[in-house]
C-alpha cells in the first residue's frame, strides 16, 4: 500500500530574542527552522511516517543547511529544488503576560518566491504517495508559488493521491494581485481533507465562526452550532470527505485552551477541551494538530474519534515544545491521551 505522504511550502529561518526580549532589545537572536509545511513534515516524520518535502532553497550554505535541518528528523528532501537568491526569513516576537507575540516576514523575492510549476516534476514526486498535503501559505506567497501548488494539487488528483489542504490564511500575504477570498474556496474545492482554526474556515465559507471561548475544560460546547455549521460547508464543498478544525481561545500570552472537531459522512465528532498553562512556544500548533490527524488517518483510517484525540493531544503538547517543529512521540501523545502526561510536564520545564 501506498505510505508516502509528501509535503509542499516554504520553509524559512525563524530568528527570536531570547528571554522573551522585544525585537528592539538586546544584541543577540537565537535561530530555528520553520514554515507550515516543513513542522508538518518534521511532525510527520517523527511519528515515523514516511514523508518527503518539496520546496525551493537557494543552492548555498544556508539553503543546503536548511535541507540538512530536515535530514536531521528523517524528512527527504530528494526533490527539493534548487535556486534563487535567499532564503526567506522571519522574525518572530515571543508574547508575555498582556504583550501577544508578533512576527515580522522577510520573504519577498526568497527562493521559494520565485518557484515556477516547471521546476517540480510532479509526476515522478507523487510516484507512490498516498496523502499530498500543502497550505493557503504557499499560494499567497507569490502569483508563481500559487501557480506552482495548483499544478501540484492537480497532479495529485490525477494520481488519485488524497489532497489535504491547510487553510493557513495570513492577511499579510496575498500581495500579487488577487485576494485569499477569491482564490482559497476553489483549492478547498479539489481538496478531500480540509484544516483550519475557525477564523480560516469563515474565510471560505463566509459564514460567521462559532464562538469558543473556554477559560478552563470544564467549557460548555454549543455542538449543535458546530454541526450547522459543518453541514453547511459539506454542502459547499461536496468533494471534502474529512473536515478538521482546531479552536484555541487565548486567555493570556501563556494560558490557552484548545479543542477540536471532525465533520465526517454527516456526523461530528467532538473531544476534550485542554487547559494549557504555562504555553511556551505556540508557533506551529496548527501544524502539529493536522500532522497528527494525518498520521492517525493513515494508520486508523476512519475511527474519526480516536484520530481526533491524537491529533488535539499532540498539538497541545506543542505548546511546551520549543521552536516551530513538534518533537514528540506517538508514545508520548498516547500517554497524554491516557492521562499520563509527568513525563511530559518534567520535559517542558526543561526546555
Known amino acids: 500500500m501506498n505510505d508516502k505522504i509528501v509535503t509542499f511550502g516554504e520553509i524559512m529561518l525563524r530568528f527570536s530574542r531570547p528571554n522573551r526580549y522585544r525585537l528592539c532589545q538586546g544584541h ?13 513534515s518534521v511532525s510527520l516524520a517523527t511519528l515515523g511516517d514516511n514523508v518527503e518535502y518539496i520546496t525551493r532553497v537557494p543552492d548555498n550554505p544556508v539553503g543546503r543547511n536548511a535541507c540538512l535541518r530536515l535530514n536531521e528528523y528523517n524528512v527527504s528532501t530528494d526533490h527539493v529544488v534548487r535556486g534563487g537568491k535567499r532564503l526567506g526569513t522571519y522574525y518572530f516576537e515571543e508574547a508575555a503576560a498582556m504583550r501577544n507575540s508578533s512576527v515580522v516576514y522577510d520573504r519577498s523575492d526568497s527562493a521559494f518566491y520565485s518557484i515556477e510549476p516547471q521546476m517540480v516534476d510532479w509526476e515522478n514526486i507523487l510516484d507512490g504517495a498516498r496523502i499530498f498535503h500543502t497550505s ?9 508559488a500559487f501557480w506552482t501548488t495548483y499544478a501540484g494539487i492537480h497532479a495529485a488528483r490525477r494520481k488519485h493521491v ?9 492577511k499579510n500575504l496575498w500581495n500579487y494581485g488577487v485576494r485569499a477570498e477569491d482564490v482559497l474556496p476553489d483549492l478547498c474545492q479539489l481538496a478531500d481533507i480540509i484544516f483550519g482554526d475557525q477564523g480560516e474556515y469563515e474565510k471560505i465559507s463566509g459564514m460567521p465562526r462559532i464562538p469558543f471561548k473556554a477559560t478552563d475544560e470544564n467549557y460548555e460546547i454549543d455542538l449543535k452550532a458546530f454541526e450547522n455549521y459543518f453541514r453547511k460547508l459539506a454542502v459547499m464543498y ?8 482546531a479552536a484555541r481561545n487565548q486567555i493570556s500570552s501563556n494560558h490557552h485552551t484548545l479543542t477540536g472537531f471532525i465533520y465526517a459522512d454527516g456526523k461530528l465528532y467532538h473531544t476534550r477541551i485542554y487547559d494549557v498553562n504555562p504555553v511556551i512556544d505556540p508557533m506551529g500548533v496548527g501544524d502539529a494538530f493536522i500532522a497528527a490527524y494525518l498520521h492517525a488517518y493513515t494508520h486508523w483510517g476512519d475511527d474519526n474519534q480516536h484520530c481526533l484525540e491524537f491529533s488535539l493531544a499532540a498539538s497541545a503538547m506543542k505548546n511546551n515544545v520549543v521552536g516551530d517543529f513538534n518533537l514528540v512521540t506517538e508514545e508520548e501523545i498516547n500517554r497524554l491521551m491516557m492521562g499520563d502526561n509527568e513525563d511530559f510536564k518534567v520535559y517542558a520545564e526543561l526546555q
Not at 162 to 170: A, E, G, H, P
Open 238 to 245: 461536496p468533494h471534502c470527505k474529512k473536515f478538521v478544525m
Open 162 to 170: 488524497l489532497v489535504s489542504f491547510d487553510i493557513n490564511y495570513r
Open 28 to 40: 543577540a537572536y537565537r535561530e530555528n527552522y520553520g514554515g507550515s509545511e516543513a513542522n508538518v
Open 136 to 144: 493557503g501559505i504557499s499560494t499567497g506567497v507569490s502569483n508563481s
